[in-house]
């Protein structure tokens, strides 16, 4: 469960060198807890929500290779955001 003001990190791995990232395509998918069914969307009424700041892209060296800045920009569930504005 994802909490407002923390930081998270997902690595994700590429079978070869991508060269220099430019941009980042981010998407999510919301799972409701099935012990609780208030937050179901059973209808598709529900548009759950993420707000994007940043987002640092790491090589295996663990040195910052790119940082964007999305600018608090709103991610619905099962919707993509283009972030490609270096910070």
């Given at each position: 469960?994802?909490?407002?003001?923390?930081?998270?990190?997902?690595?994700?791995?590429?079978?070869?060198?991508?060269?220099?990232?430019?941009?980042?395509?981010?998407?999510?998918?919301?799972k409701?807890?099935?012990?609780?069914?208030?937050?179901?969307?059973?209808?598709?009424?529900?548009?759950?929500?993420?707000?994007?700041?940043?987002?640092?892209?790491?090589?295996?060296?663990?040195?910052?290779?790119?940082?964007l800045?999305?600018?608090?920009?709103?991610?619905?569930?099962?919707?993509?955001?283009?972030?490609?504005?270096?910070?």
């Open positions: 469960m994802l909490s407002p003001g923390k930081s998270y990190t997902y690595a994700v791995g590429v079978p070869s060198d991508v060269g220099p990232v430019q941009a980042v395509e981010l998407s999510w998918h919301h409701a807890p099935l012990s609780n069914p208030l937050k179901w969307n059973v209808l598709g009424l529900r548009r759950p929500e993420i707000t994007v700041d940043e987002v640092d892209v790491f090589r295996e060296e663990g040195q910052v290779d790119v940082h800045c999305a600018s608090s920009k709103s991610l619905e569930t099962d919707h993509t955001l283009q972030i490609n504005v270096p910070c």
